[in-house]
């Protein structure tokens, strides 16, 4: 079955620079991966995703790139802001969605 | 986007005893759902998957007894942990797909923390 690496656990970066999250996954069937952001004690949100036919996607300060060869995807957060810090979760899709073990980001002032 | 309510968003029961939560979708029609469960500082592990009139599928690991899944309507699934323990406390989280797949989006419910006392 599918397996989904997420690296770093915990992530510190200084408010307004970039902050980069990695995933690689193990299925090369796997055809969706979303991004979700869980703030504290309450349900994910999807803030980004991408499918397999496509190698890089940008919503304002968020970007997520796809490499099928490596079988590896990105999040990338520019111009990071307070409301930034939270756990983002990565995700892989085959037949069932897959998560990583999740990062969390702290936004230092 | 598509909303997924969950009832209760807390429940604190003794040992022993049955807890229901509800999973809806309130404003389109899920044909399948998903129950996930997430431990403290950890990752949703997918528990089982639910479409509307039968059977659920569950994960490698999740005691079909234990939880016990009815997805009676499209708008509707239950989850229910049978004769819970303090080991069952954690964080449950349902979500609803449109499609007969999770390749579209999935809606996730508020979550309902469970504590077994």
């Known amino acids: 079955g599918e397996n989904v690496e997420q690296h770093p656990s915990t992530l510190s970066v200084q408010e307004g620079d970039s902050a980069v999250i990695k995933c690689t996954y193990s299925?090369?069937?796997?055809?969706?991966f979303p991004w979700y952001k869980q703030e504290l004690g309450k349900r994910p949100q999807l803030i980004i995703d991408?499918?397999?036919?496509?190698g890089e996607k940008k919503d304002q300060r968020i970007a997520v790139t796809l490499n099928k060869t490596a079988k590896h995807f990105s999040l990338h957060i520019t111009e990071t802001q307070p409301e930034d810090s939270a756990v983002y979760f990565c995700?892989?899709?085959?037949?069932?969605?897959?998560f990583g073990k999740g990062t969390r980001l702290h936004i230092l002032p | 986007g598509a909303v997924v309510s969950q009832h209760p968003s807390r429940v604190i029961c003794k040992s022993g005893t049955s807890v229901k939560i509800e999973c809806r979708s309130l404003?389109?029609?899920?044909?399948?759902m998903f129950w996930y469960r997430q431990f403290p500082k950890q990752s949703l592990m997918l528990m089982a998957t639910?479409?509307?009139?039968?059977?659920?599928?569950?994960e490698q690991g999740v005691e079909k007894d234990k939880f016990l899944i009815n997805h009676a309507s499209l708008t509707l699934s239950t989850l229910t942990v049978t004769s819970a323990h303090p080991e069952d406390s954690s964080f449950y989280i349902c979500?609803?797909?449109?499609?007969?797949?999770?390749?579209?989006?999935?809606?996730f419910g508020p979550g309902t923390r469970l504590t077994v006392l």
């Open positions: 979500s609803a797909s449109t499609s007969g797949s999770s390749y579209n989006e999935q809606f």
């Open positions: 299925d090369s069937a796997s055809n969706y």
């Open positions: 991408i499918r397999s036919n496509v």
């Open positions: 995700a892989a899709l085959d037949d069932k969605i897959i």
């Open positions: 404003d389109f029609q899920a044909t399948t």
């Open positions: 639910s479409n509307e009139g039968s059977k659920a599928t569950y």
